[in-house]
């Protein structure tokens, strides 16, 4: 193989790399948004109703103090996510600086994602509860099940996170790897 098809190939490579999926990113756009415009403006409203009767049977699946410490850094973080991508939009490809803003961005969330797994915060605790007794007596026998299951989850999408960063971090190392002579 020659070093001119070779450097070609490299090339077309690199150019995959940094291309950006408008339909993705524009799809990181909305949810990111959404995010934003549910934690900020219904963030009394995540939790779980214990009964379809009664209203009042509603149980908040975050302590007030969760919002209070957390969700200052995840608007910081939602918001610097935001402008990368509807940078990376206008651009119409990655560059040099945008590619170390995302991965410096991905450690910053995946430090936020650690501090809400350890954080006692994290899950339903049936002194926040405003109901009866009987929605009291139900959610503290669900209390240990929804936290385990919400950590769990959240571990997962950690360990995902993870593995998908340490893909991208290949792919740009193999691309951009200096050609042998």
């Known amino acids: 193989m020659s070093d001119h098809s070779r450097n070609r190939s490299r090339a077309a490579a690199l150019a995959n790399v940094n291309s950006i999926d ?3 990113t524009v799809a990181r756009i ?3 948004a959404l995010l934003l415009a549910l934690f900020n403006g219904y963030s009394d409203r995540i939790g779980v109703l214990v009964s379809a009767d009664d209203p009042a049977s509603f149980v908040p699946l975050l302590a007030p103090e969760f919002f209070a410490g957390l969700l200052l850094r995840l608007n910081f973080w939602w918001g610097l996510s935001l402008a990368l991508y509807v940078v990376n939009l ?6 040099w600086g945008t590619r170390l803003a995302d991965y410096a961005l991905a450690f910053f969330g995946m430090f936020i994602l650690a501090k809400t797994i350890s954080s006692p915060l994290l899950g339903m ?5 405003q109901s009866g007794p009987s929605a009291t007596s139900m959610a503290e026998q ?3 099940l929804l936290t385990w299951l919400i950590r769990g989850c959240l571990a997962a999408a950690l360990l995902a996170w993870l593995v998908l960063l340490a893909v991208k971090l290949h792919a740009l190392r193999h691309t951009t790897s200096p050609v042998p002579a």
């Not at 206008?90 to 560059?95: E, L, T």
Request: net charge neutral; hydrophobic share 50%; charged share 0%.
């Open 22 to 24: 408008v339909s993705w």
């Open 30 to 32: 909305c949810c990111l």
């Open 90 to 95: 206008y651009v119409g490809h990655w560059m």
């Open 125 to 129: 605790n049936p002194q926040w509860l």
């Open 142 to 144: 669900l209390v240990p």
